[in-house]
């Protein structure tokens, strides 16, 4: 199978209206790899992201790709779990597809399951037995009390686990990091077969968050497609599933959708072809306002340097990496802040700044907080209050 984007075809639709409009180049091709020691992370693997536009069906691709230099293992570590306000998410998520899908007393299984959060709350919640797939799985303590019904494998989900019994199908944020994401669901659409009643649930991150809204830290290497609404519902058509829904969520930052096994479709309804123009429209300008955006950071960050306050950096995820890298002149940042005590102590990809824990900035004092993912802001100010803190905050 090919597990590399074209330049010229598009994966989803196979359209040739393909074309590169957007380049950041020499970008750790890995934000969420922990690093032990500052040397190791400056020089990190690099690679060059080149996004395309297909006009037909609105997939956004990188074509500069090669997943040949990606390797998930346990050192990768993408956890958003530590943070109250997705751990509030990730639970009515869990009871909301339970309550929808009647999810009591069934298989279920999850693609790129991560550390096993998600899962072991829907198999905890509806008493359901699970079976996650993630090369990336560590044995967590917290999951042993519900060990008899929920199985972790070290592996890439694939056909070889066809005979795996399921009545759930569930995938968040996996999709965006698959070259060719249709192998996937068209492989998943054989294995389901004629077991019409298996619901499918997939979340990726929502493009229209990056490339309308410009949260333009969002784009990595690691991740080699973006998905709009109507790209999403397309690839899923395109492969065999009956799309029922499609819903922004976490503050329109992901995209959900649900389905359920139908035939081939390859037709835009009115209302979809609507939206790709608009996102079309919303490609053109967006290098314009790329640039824009970085500028206008760089004088903030040199401001604040001018005037001798000291800032930091509140989450060493994906967003945190990019902003840094993009930003790599701008030294007078030491510390990026996490709540992930797995990240404590480990240093940044591409630019090495130390991740720390909140506690750390009782002794640092910072006049600056500049916080990554706006929809943690009051949680992240209730903290350096309770803290006795009282710095400036700004949502990058």
Known sequence: MNNTLSNHTCPVCGSSHFEVFFEMLEVPVFCNVLWSEKSGAQTCKKGD?????CSDCGFIGNVAFDPSRLEYTQVYENSLDFSPRFQDYAKSLAKRLIENHNL???DIIEIGCGKGDFLFLLCELGNNQGVGFDPSYVPLESHQKIQDRMQIIQDYYSDKYANYASDFICCRHTLEHIPQPISLLKNLRKTIGERQNTAVFFEVPNALD???DMAIWD???EHCCYFAPV????????SGFKVSKVTEEYRGQFLCLESQPGEVSTTLTQEQSQQLQQLAHEITAFTTKFKNKVETWTDK???????GQRAVVW???SKGVTFLNLLKHQQQIEYVVDLNPRKHGMYVAGTGQEIVAPEFLREYQPNVVLIMNP???KEIQQMTEDMGLNPEFMCV
């Open 49 to 53: 992201i080149k996004l395309s536009f």
């Open 104 to 106: 009591h007393d069934k």
């Open 210 to 212: 990056t490339f309308r």
């Open 219 to 221: 784009i990595i290497y």
């Open 231 to 238: 790209c999403l519902s397309q690839a899923f058509s395109i």
């Open 301 to 307: 960050l040199e401001y604040l340097a001018n005037q």
């Open 315 to 317: 989450g060493a995820g």
């Open 375 to 377: 929809i943690y802001e």
